[in-house]
């Protein structure tokens, strides 16, 4: 057990406090802990100091925002300006942003890990997204479950953004039709040929529905 007087680096510091090595930069540069500097310019924390912050106090309001493909960066951008003044109207100070640019299938995005993260280390006061599809096509009921057993407010502002849903549905379902055949070309077997040719036909008939 570290003494009051010990400095630690920012790394056991985090640890000791139970949260992440960027909300310790966060209290730092809201002056809610100073940390010590070393002739080299590293970071040291004073364990009374630390023991002092309180992190029930010390909650963030998250806003997320989610496009489907590269090219839509500028939605995304309008996506989280919707957001934050969102949070500016209300006054909330603390605000952390995460986004991301990918599938709404895909449960691996860097943004969607770090709410997760941030959602176990309970630092999450509350959640502001446009639309419940902006977290995951399916399975957003799984984070929101999440944010009730820690008592996080989930905010759906609902308002309409470029992309249309349904047309993001379309490119989420030929991205798995896609990946799948990938996975399937190296084995050339009659049934994985037969597969292979039923859903280009079946991406075919969505690409010609969107049309």
């Known amino acids: 057990m570290p003494r009051l007087e ?10 000791l406090k139970g949260v992440s090595i960027d909300t310790l930069r966060r209290w730092e540069k809201a002056g809610k802990i100073q940390a010590v500097r070393t002739e080299g310019g590293h970071r040291r924390y004073r364990v009374a100091d630390l023991l002092k912050v309180d992190n029930s106090t010390l909650r963030h309001t998250v806003v997320y925002g989610r496009v489907s493909t590269p090219d839509k960066k500028d939605d995304l951008a309008r ?25 709404g299938l895909n449960y691996r995005k860097r943004g969607l890990l770090k709410l997760v ?12 997204i446009t639309d419940k599809d902006r977290l995951l096509r399916f399975g957003s009921e799984l984070i929101f479950a999440l944010c009730e057993n820690n008592g996080t407010e989930v905010i759906i502002l609902n308002r309409p ?18 990946v799948m055949s990938a996975r399937m070309y190296g084995r050339r077997s009659k049934r994985n040929l037969k597969a292979m040719q039923a859903m280009h036909e079946c991406a075919e008939k969505i690409i010609n529905l969107e049309d």
Not at 9 to 15: E, F, H, L, P, R
Not at 84 to 91: D, R
């Open 161 to 178: 953004i470029t992309l249309e849903p349904e047309q993001e549905l379309v490119e989420d379902v030929l991205a798995v039709i896609t």
């Open 6 to 15: 010990d400095l630690l680096q920012i790394g056991d510091a985090a640890k």
């Open 79 to 103: 996506q989280i300006g919707v957001l934050e003044l969102y949070c500016q109207e209300h006054s909330w100070d603390s605000v952390y942003v995460l986004k991301d640019i990918g599938s």
């Open 117 to 128: 993260d941030l959602l176990q280390r309970n630092e999450v006061e509350r959640l502001i």
